[in-house]
């Protein structure tokens, strides 16, 4: 598979191939033969890409903030490694492809191979596109056509958002691609339209779909022109589709409008508004989004549960139908709106036009290679070594999200692990972050890892609910497997992993990393000497996550107490040194005001030796407050960890408090430790009956809370 991404950091757009993903449920695989580039949201991607440091911060004035506090809470040159990781991960381009169904995932009912198919699935010569965003083609609608779908359902949602009736007196401001789409959504809906723009030939396209045009570039007044157009009542409606940083267009909206008028923002705009202007004549004004009701639930767009349609009439697919309709009716013609066209491997020099004529339109990807070769699971990114030691390590790693790029990859290369095959589901992250980190091959297969005779070491670092099942799989295939946390979801998937563990021999790892921090190694070092049982106070200032996030669903992600602060039970474990005999919860208690209450929750452990410790995992805390604090009081003295940062120590003599310019919880001592075991056959860095006790008390505690009265 092949696939156009744009790199942020240096605005370089390339063609990248890709291992093809395999199909899921609620998804198609689609083999697409044509793709449309929006001039205005792909143009602006490209611009932003293409702009210095000091540019972008501009643009993004809260992620400067964002930075701003980072710095203050985890360090100067943590804060520069994650802005350089986020700048450093290229995105796909592109939401509007054409193709034909080449495999129909389980539930994707109405769908079956051979079906031409439109959708929101990026620039790639193999698509996998959610249920609920693909819509089937009608015979009468050619396949370029089509590819306007998507951008011509921004517009509709606009219009269904103004409600336009017949012979009603419509102004669209702006008339790029989106607005000569609306100016022909309006006529079909029986409107009188009034394009305004600043460029002849768009308006001229524009009259051609039945408007009347107004250059205020020529010197024509478009409040003026609109009382004229309007016969002295006032416009209905204006729906804006035009890209300024200017307020003028939203101004004038609010003059040229009758009482009551409606205003709908579809484009980016300055909204420095004068409120007499809608007071007065008590105008609506509302901004649309994207293609309609769906947009950016993952229920319905990554689930694929669809509204039910007598409650919710127009959702995003069901606006992809209407367009085709009105496609199939000849009531829009994107005909004319087609002004280049090039072959998909020409993708670079497309974009280059995209840029330097800013009169561009429609933009066609042609995708006329052949089809069979587009579908291998593995590329080959780096030339194999030969020769490798017997007792390397030689590793593929399973899953390629932020985690993995950030912080374990890193580790694994740091450590000097060889590094083999890298998968991810759609294929795409582990050929950027497998070339990056010398891997010899990337994948969207993760049987493929588990079953090479050549791998003897897997790191599994997908969603949750995969991390018992891979790591059973992988360790009855006689692997070495590091997990990251949680190692389950529930104690029956914890005791399948702890049966499979027993039988096979090989180490297991989780990444409880705390442990190996160097903060936290001074401190388990200072405690060594003291005889008394322990006192803990461990904060997890963890910040708020909706409550519909991945992260959130217990069958998914497990909740964030077992995702999560698992760390702090594992890491006051280990500063115990000492069995836990006793776990009890209590999680905020149930009120209105609070959506969720899981995450907000404390958890006192007891030990074998007397020792005892509160974990007080909250998500309602403040940003600028450090996100961990760990305290410790034995014997007269404390021991306080801010963050990985910086360790005070009260009452212990000659010991001199740290502060370190980096954070470092651990990753690569952790991944460091694990590795050199392998290679050295020595002891497991973490003993294995305290990986399982961890997972164990931990969806303990996550059951009292959710059993909770």
Known sequence: MKQILQDLSSGATQIVECPAPAVRRKQLLVDTTVSLISPGTERMLVDFGRAGLLAKARQQPDKVGQVLEKVRTDGLLTTIEAVRSKMSQPIPLGYSNVGIIREVGEGCDGFKPGDRVVSNAPHADVALAPVNLCARIPDEVGDEAASFTVVASIGLQGVRLANPTLGEAFVVTGVGLIGLLTVQLLRAHGCRVLAIDFDPAKLELARSFGA?????????????????????????????????????????????????????????????????????????????????????????????????????????????????????????????????????????????????????????????????????????????????????????????GNYASRMLIPAFRAAEAELHTIASTGGTNSVIHGKRSGFRYATSDTDSIIDNADINTIAIVTRHDS??????????????????????????????????????????????????????????????????????VMVMNAGAIPADHWTQDPMVGGGRIIGEACHLIDLMRFLADSPITSVSARRMGENRAVRLTEDKASITLGFADGSFGTIHYLANGASSFPKERIEVFVEGKTLQLDNFRALRTYGWPGSKNRKHWQQDKGQSACVAAFLRAIETGGAAPIPPEQLFEVARLTIEATEQLRHQR
């Open 467 to 536: 991390h018992a099942q891979l790591t059973c799989k992988a360790l009855r295939a006689g692997k070495n497997v590091f997990v990251e946390k949680p190692l389950a979801l529930t104690m029956e998937q914890l005791a399948e992993v702890e049966n499979a563990y027993s039988a096979s021999g090989q180490y297991l790892m989780v990444g409880f990393n705390r442990r190996f921090a160097p903060l936290v190694t001074q401190m388990k070092a200072l405690l060594r000497s003291c005889r008394e049982p322990k006192a803990f």
């Open 212 to 400: 009347e045009i107004c250059n205020p570039g020529s010197g024509e007044d478009p409040v003026a022109t609109c009382v004229a157009f309007s016969r002295g009542s006032g416009i209905d409606g204006v729906i804006i589709t035009a890209s300024t940083k200017s307020s003028d267009p939203v101004r004038q909206a609010a003059r040229m409008c009758r009482k009551r008028g409606r205003i709908v923002l579809i484009g980016v705009t300055g909204l420095e508004l004068n409120r007499a202007d809608f007071y007065e004549k008590e105008l609506s004004f509302q901004v649309s989004c994207s293609y309609g009701p769906g947009r950016y639930d993952p229920v319905y767009e990554e689930q694929g549960h669809d509204y039910p349609l007598g409650f919710v009439r127009w959702t995003e697919q069901r606006n992809f139908e209407a367009v085709l309709d009105l496609m199939a009716q000849g009531q829009i013609d994107t005909s004319a709106l087609v002004t280049h066209r090039y072959a998909f491997a020409q993708a670079p020099e497309a974009y280059s036009t995209l840029t330097d004529d800013k009169s561009v339109l429609g933009i066609l990807l042609e995708y006329a290679h052949p089809v069979e070769e587009r579908h291998a699971r593995s590329v080959q990114l780096t030339e194999g070594k030969s020769g490798a030691q017997p007792a390397k390590a030689v590793v593929g790693i399973v899953g390629a």
